[in-house]
């Protein structure tokens, strides 16, 4: 545990909470907390997930401008949600690309748990691209990437990291349902 693994999870809290409530300034803490968890997860051999948070950066900055340009007249960033089709797609393409890079860090690369490593990173990309969109299919897949980065982290004596996704599990689950709200509320107001 170091200050720089502490920083990083309070600015992760910090994020979490302003991205459930929909707060455009999510990002902002987002930003700055991945780009400190690159050297944490490089230093652990977590290829993926270093590799992972300056993807994030990228995002983040998109998912900023997204939803700057897409809040609704009360100011308040509109969800939506995918079609079975391209759940279905989004599925497929993750999967490919989970096994693709797992596989390419496993043969290439001194990696630890390459498999789960990689598991992270591609469900995570794909949450993260999802959440950018204002989709509410971001929120199981973020589930899902908490509790399989729980047991990585852990086993890596990523303790404080492991803690921070056990808090953002509960909070996807939470930001989950704050979501389902806000959607029933965007069809209550175009009907």
């Keep these: ?35 400190m968890y690159v050297p944490i997860f490089f230093q652990q051999r977590l290829y993926s997930d270093a590799l992972l948070q300056i993807f994030f950066i990228v995002v983040q900055l998109y998912g900023w401008w997204e939803w700057r340009r897409s809040s609704g007249r009360a100011g308040e960033v509109v969800v939506e949600r995918l079609g079975w089709r391209a759940r279905t797609v989004w599925a497929a393409c993750g999967t490919v690309a989970w096994f693709a890079w797992s596989s390419m ?24 691209m999802l959440q950018a969109r204002r989709l509410v299919e971001t929120w199981p897949l973020w589930v899902t990437v908490d509790v399989v980065a729980i047991a990585l982290y852990w086993s890596r004596d990523l303790r404080v990291t492991a803690l921070l996704y056990v808090l953002f599990l509960l909070m996807s689950v939470w930001g989950w349902l704050a979501w389902l709200r806000a959607e029933r509320g965007n069809k209550d107001m175009r009907a």
């Design 1 to 35: 545990m170091s200050w720089l693994e502490i920083t990083a999870a309070t600015l992760g809290v910090i994020n979490m909470v302003l991205l459930v409530r929909r707060s455009i300034w999510n990002y902002a803490f987002g930003i700055a907390m991945v780009a």
């Design 105 to 128: 860090m496993h043969r290439y690369t001194d990696a630890v748990n390459p498999y789960w490593d990689g598991a992270v990173a591609a469900m995570s990309v794909a949450a993260q």
